[in-house]
């Protein structure tokens, strides 16, 4: 079995002696180098721009401007392309923006011989504006009067959609947007969530150059078959002419899951006269100038009734979307939809949704994908009701929880497998839930601790809300061993071993026999959409284990030519054997070497197969940490902390653990000190950097426990279901929730900041 094996990593030897290449390894020297011009201004217009100056300095190749780009706008979004118009993202953004939307837009680039060359022309052009005031906050960009920041969208929403539940009149009334609850326990709150960065080592870069009449993009990217029809899109020419190269790259977490600035180096190269170009983003460009988490209120109502079932819940989610649209009404989208899914309604449900547009740094898809917003909310609003009405908190999530066979009315998924109670259970036991609850009860003092929990569900993919497909190619070698091509990334999750995992299970060889092609090029590697949406081992999985499963047949089916009367063969280890005795008939590769060189029947043995994956599934999971609160300084430590996952059947355990460890540290951060801050006359990110900017490191964090439970999903390739991002999910609000046991105030804005503590302190009278 070579799933559920705890294997070293493939790229593991590579990558800690520093032979892995990244994209700046590959970049050819000399090279063109590129640099942007950012707005200073964060709302208006570029009304003329003087670039003489730059353009004379020697070594300047190009300058270029926003009146220079293509007229045309394109979408940026890591999804699907779509035949229907209406499933299609976005397209509010140019190559170069005369518009200006966000402080640092990007209004102009230089070409130039050197990198330094390119910084000095910069400061050169000079460049007049019409200013506007900057609009920071959704309640600003919906005020009556406010001009919009994109024509298209008069009032500055860029999407709202409503979903009801059935409500039954007798009991629910619906009038003018707000659900009522008559005759249950009433519970209201309001929560807020911040916006960060994902802060991954590798900044965004890419080079690009041109072959024949087509453009080569090598960029680090998560999608390297959408950036290469994104490119064909912003230029405007057939998607055929672009070529995209993805090599190693040092992490994502959903930042590149956007095409970023691949199109408008593609296009500098093309300017250059197609001599290689190379774009590299600063880290304060980085921040600035790509995606990051959005950051979305929430005002939640719910219904209750008296034996703790949750009988109806309202959610009202308005998401920061910042200047333009990048992944657009998709994420507050799923936020409300998660809110709906972990715990069920027994009578109603209702959501109401708003993306808007504002002059912030634009969020995009960032690990979660809009469920790390919305299980605060809802992990809080639990907690709070709980307290409110004297229930048990976790008697109370696991009477309402989502029950196996569920199917969420709305969109169909089905909970196919779940063991969330069996999480639970287990995170109690280890964290002493019970008796650390009753040791931590009416403290005094200013140090005190406490204990706080919170559970989570994640789907598996985005079916149906879009296109899930895969190809996956497995090509014998002459030795025996086989090749195994994808278009799915490796972006440090450990993509790469899994997949040789499951390839080498579906052939019957060890996973030392399978040879991944780590690095995507659009050229010859299958289509795959990308890294994403906790996606890749539950749907490439199912194009995998089907090219396997068909390369296996063929390779037997070759063996019978060679093996007269063996019917009941199969491929054990090395060898082909007798599928009865499991006698050793034949080496692989000694097959390989006769189906190679035979005069006789000369086969290149090859499988290739797509999966079009029509179905989804829940994981589950939770969180449970002990904290001690420094009252007077507003300091919270993390004492103790676990995650509990069910990831259905774990393809390989230790790199399970070492995910659920790189989530649950953003977590922390997310939990404690991590928001981007602006200034709010100008609209300048003020903390755009990893000084200011307080991500916490190896010293600010505890032990990392993380924990599971296998349940076997009948949906998943090999009984498998979502991991990459579910373990960012619950650790925030069980943070929150453990500093409400510990001091009986309730903070409902993220993060959990010394400030804000301090200021909720004095208001719930624990401080002077």
Same mark, same amino acid.
């Given at each position: 079995?070579?799933?559920?094996?705890?294997?070293?990593?493939?790229?593991?030897f590579?990558?800690?002696?520093?032979?892995?290449?990244f994209?700046? #390894?590959?970049c050819?020297?000399?090279?063109?180098?590129?640099?942007?011009?950012?707005?200073?201004?964060?709302?208006?217009?570029?009304?003329?721009?003087?670039?003489s100056?730059?353009q004379?300095l020697?070594?300047?190749?190009?300058?270029?401007?926003?009146?220079?780009?293509?007229?045309?706008?394109?979408?940026?979004?890591?999804?699907?392309?779509?035949?229907?118009?209406?499933?299609?993202d976005v397209?509010?953004?140019r190559?170069l923006?005369?518009?200006?939307?966000i402080?640092?837009?990007?209004i102009?680039?230089?070409?130039?011989?050197?990198?330094?060359?390119?910084?000095?022309?910069?400061?050169?052009?000079?460049?007049?504006?019409?200013?506007?005031?900057?609009v920071?906050?959704?309640?600003?960009?919906?005020?009556?009067?406010?001009?919009?920041?994109?024509?298209?969208?008069?009032?500055?929403?860029?999407?709202r959609?409503?979903a009801?539940?059935?409500?039954?009149?007798s009991?629910?009334?619906c009038?003018?947007?707000v659900?009522t609850?008559?005759?249950y326990h009433?519970?209201?709150?309001?929560?807020?969530?911040?916006q960060?960065?994902?802060?991954? +080592?590798?900044?965004?870069?890419?080079?690009?150059?041109?072959?024949?009449?087509?453009?080569?993009?090598?960029?680090?990217?998560?999608?390297?078959?959408?950036?290469?029809?994104?490119?064909?899109?912003?230029?405007?020419?057939?998607?055929?002419?672009v070529?995209?190269?993805?090599?190693?790259?040092?992490?994502?977490?959903?930042?590149?899951?956007?095409?970023?600035?691949?199109?408008?180096?593609?296009?500098?190269?093309?300017?250059a006269g197609g001599?290689?170009?190379?774009?590299e983003?600063?880290?304060?460009?980085?921040?600035?100038?790509?995606?990051?988490?959005?950051?979305?209120?929430?005002?939640?109502?719910a219904?209750?009734?008296? #034996?703790?079932?949750?009988?109806?819940?309202?959610?009202?989610?308005?998401s920061?979307?910042?200047?333009?649209?990048s992944?657009?009404?998709?994420i507050?989208?799923n936020?409300?939809?998660?809110?709906?899914?972990?715990?069920?309604?027994?009578?109603?449900?209702?959501?109401?949704?708003?993306?808007?547009?504002?002059?912030?740094?634009?969020?995009?898809?960032?690990?979660?994908?809009?469920?790390?917003?919305?299980?605060f909310?809802?992990?809080?609003?639990?907690?709070?009701?709980?307290?409110?009405?004297?229930?048990?908190?976790?008697?109370?999530?696991l009477?309402?929880?989502m029950?196996q066979?569920?199917?969420?009315?709305?969109?169909?998924?089905?909970?196919?497998?779940?063991?969330?109670?069996?999480?639970?259970e287990?995170?109690?036991?280890?964290?002493?839930?019970?008796?650390?609850?009753?040791?931590?009860?009416?403290?005094?003092?200013p140090?005190?601790?406490?204990?706080g929990?919170?559970?989570?569900?994640?789907?598996?993919?985005?079916?149906?809300?879009?296109?899930?497909?895969?190809?996956?190619?497995?090509?014998?070698?002459?030795?025996?061993?086989?090749?195994?091509?994808?278009?799915?990334?490796?972006?440090?999750?450990?993509? #790469?071993?899994?997949?040789?995992?499951?390839?080498?299970?579906?052939?019957?060889?060890?996973?030392?026999?399978?040879h991944?092609?780590s690095?995507?090029d659009?050229?010859t590697a299958?289509f795959?959409?990308g890294?994403?949406?906790?996606?890749q081992?539950?749907?490439?999985?199912?194009?995998?284990?089907?090219?396997?499963?068909?390369?296996?047949?063929k390779?037997?089916?070759?063996?019978?030519?060679?093996?007269?009367?063996?019917?009941?063969?199969?491929?054990?280890?090395?060898?082909?054997?007798?599928?009865?005795?499991?006698?050793?008939?034949?080496?692989?590769?000694?097959?390989?070497?006769t189906a190679?060189?035979?005069f006789?029947?000369s086969e290149?043995?090859?499988a290739e197969?797509?999966?079009q994956?029509?179905?989804?599934?829940?994981?589950?999971?939770?969180?449970?940490?002990?904290?001690?609160?420094?009252?007077?300084?507003?300091?919270?430590?993390?004492?103790?902390?676990?995650?509990?996952?069910?990831?259905?059947?774990?393809?390989?355990?230790?790199l399970?653990?070492?995910?659920?460890?790189?989530?649950?540290? +953003?977590?922390?951060?997310?939990?404690?000190?991590?928001?981007?801050?602006?200034?709010?006359?100008?609209?300048?990110?003020?903390?755009?950097?990893?000084?200011?900017?307080?991500?916490?490191?190896?010293?600010?964090?505890?032990?990392?426990?993380a924990?599971?439970?296998?349940?076997?999903?009948p949906?998943?390739?090999?009984?498998?279901?979502?991991?990459?991002?579910?373990?960012?999910?619950?650790?925030a609000p069980?943070?929150?929730?453990?500093?409400?046991?510990?001091?009986?105030?309730?903070?409902?804005?993220?993060?959990?900041?010394p400030?804000?503590?301090?200021?909720?302190?004095r208001e719930?009278?624990?401080?002077?």
């Amino acid at each position: 079995m070579e799933i559920g094996r705890s294997i070293q990593r493939v790229d593991a030897f590579d990558k800690v002696t520093g032979r892995a290449r990244f994209t700046d #390894d590959l970049c050819p020297r000399p090279i063109l180098e590129a640099r942007i011009l950012h707005s200073t201004i964060a709302n208006g217009w570029v009304k003329s721009m003087d670039v003489s100056r730059a353009q004379a300095l020697p070594g300047v190749v190009k300058v270029l401007t926003c009146f220079d780009v293509p007229p045309h706008q394109y979408p940026t979004p890591g999804h699907p392309w779509s035949v229907e118009e209406a499933h299609q993202d976005v397209s509010d953004r140019r190559l170069l923006n005369q518009r200006v939307r966000i402080y640092g837009d990007d209004i102009a680039a230089v070409v130039a011989e050197d990198a330094l060359t390119a910084r000095r022309a910069l400061g050169l052009i000079q460049v007049e504006y019409e200013e506007y005031p900057p609009v920071l906050t959704p309640a600003a960009a919906l005020a009556e009067g406010t001009p919009p920041l994109h024509e298209e969208y008069p009032g500055n929403v860029l999407k709202r959609h409503t979903a009801e539940i059935p409500l039954p009149e007798s009991d629910f009334k619906c009038a003018e947007d707000v659900l009522t609850f008559p005759g249950y326990h009433q519970f209201r709150g309001h929560y807020e969530t911040q916006q960060v960065q994902h802060c991954h +080592m590798e900044p965004p870069i890419s080079y690009a150059y041109a072959e024949g009449e087509r453009i080569c993009v090598v960029t680090s990217t998560q999608i390297p078959h959408i950036v290469r029809r994104v490119v064909g899109q912003a230029l405007g020419i057939p998607w055929g002419r672009v070529r995209v190269v993805k090599p190693y790259i040092g992490g994502g977490f959903g930042n590149k899951q956007e095409v970023l600035y691949e199109p408008l180096n593609a296009w500098l190269c093309a300017q250059a006269g197609g001599r290689p170009v190379r774009l590299e983003v600063s880290r304060e460009e980085t921040f600035q100038n790509t995606r990051s988490r959005h950051p979305i209120s929430f005002d939640v109502r719910a219904a209750v009734d008296g #034996d703790g079932y949750l009988m109806a819940r309202e959610c009202v989610a308005v998401s920061n979307q910042g200047g333009y649209a990048s992944h657009g009404h998709a994420i507050v989208s799923n936020a409300v939809t998660g809110f709906r899914q972990t715990y069920l309604d027994q009578l109603a449900h209702r959501s109401d949704a708003w993306t808007v547009y504002t002059n912030i740094a634009t969020p995009g898809a960032m690990r979660g994908y809009g469920i790390p917003q919305a299980n605060f909310a809802l992990e809080c609003m639990m907690e709070d009701i709980a307290l409110q009405y004297g229930l048990d908190p976790l008697a109370f999530r696991l009477q309402n929880l989502m029950p196996q066979g569920y199917v969420d009315p709305l969109n169909g998924i089905v909970c196919h497998s779940t063991g969330a109670r069996e999480c639970v259970e287990k995170g109690r036991h280890f964290i002493h839930w019970d008796e650390l609850r009753a040791k931590y009860q009416n403290q005094t003092g200013p140090v005190r601790r406490g204990v706080g929990m919170a559970v989570f569900s994640y789907k598996t993919g985005v079916w149906p809300i879009s296109l899930e497909t895969s190809s996956a190619r497995v090509v014998l070698n002459q030795d025996g061993t086989v090749q195994l091509q994808l278009g799915a990334t490796e972006i440090g999750q450990g993509g #790469d071993t899994v997949f040789s995992q499951m390839a080498a299970q579906a052939i019957g060889i060890p996973t030392e026999d399978v040879h991944i092609v780590s690095t995507q090029d659009t050229d010859t590697a299958p289509f795959d959409t990308g890294a994403y949406a906790s996606r890749q081992t539950y749907v490439t999985g199912h194009a995998i284990k089907k090219a396997g499963l068909q390369f296996r047949d063929k390779v037997l089916e070759y063996a019978r030519e060679l093996l007269p009367g063996g019917e009941k063969l199969d491929i054990q280890g090395r060898n082909v054997v007798d599928g009865a005795s499991g006698e050793v008939l034949l080496p692989l590769a000694e097959l390989a070497l006769t189906a190679f060189y035979s005069f006789g029947h000369s086969e290149h043995l090859t499988a290739e197969a797509t999966s079009q994956c029509r179905d989804n599934t829940f994981s589950f999971g939770c969180c449970f940490a002990e904290i001690e609160v420094d009252i007077p300084v507003g300091k919270i430590k993390v004492l103790n902390i676990v995650n509990v996952h069910d990831s259905g059947k774990l393809i390989n355990p230790k790199l399970a653990e070492a995910q659920v460890h790189g989530g649950m540290s +953003m977590g922390l951060g997310y939990a404690l000190s991590e928001e981007m801050k602006y200034d709010p006359k100008t609209g300048r990110l003020l903390n755009g950097n990893l000084l200011d900017y307080k991500m916490p490191t190896a010293l600010d964090h505890p032990e990392l426990h993380a924990l599971f439970v296998e349940t076997e999903d009948p949906s998943g390739p090999f009984g498998n279901k979502a991991l990459g991002e579910p373990p960012a999910i619950p650790v925030a609000p069980a943070v929150r929730n453990a500093l409400l046991h510990a001091t009986g105030v309730a903070v409902n804005t993220l993060p959990l900041s010394p400030q804000r503590l301090v200021e909720a302190f004095r208001e719930g009278g624990l401080l002077e």
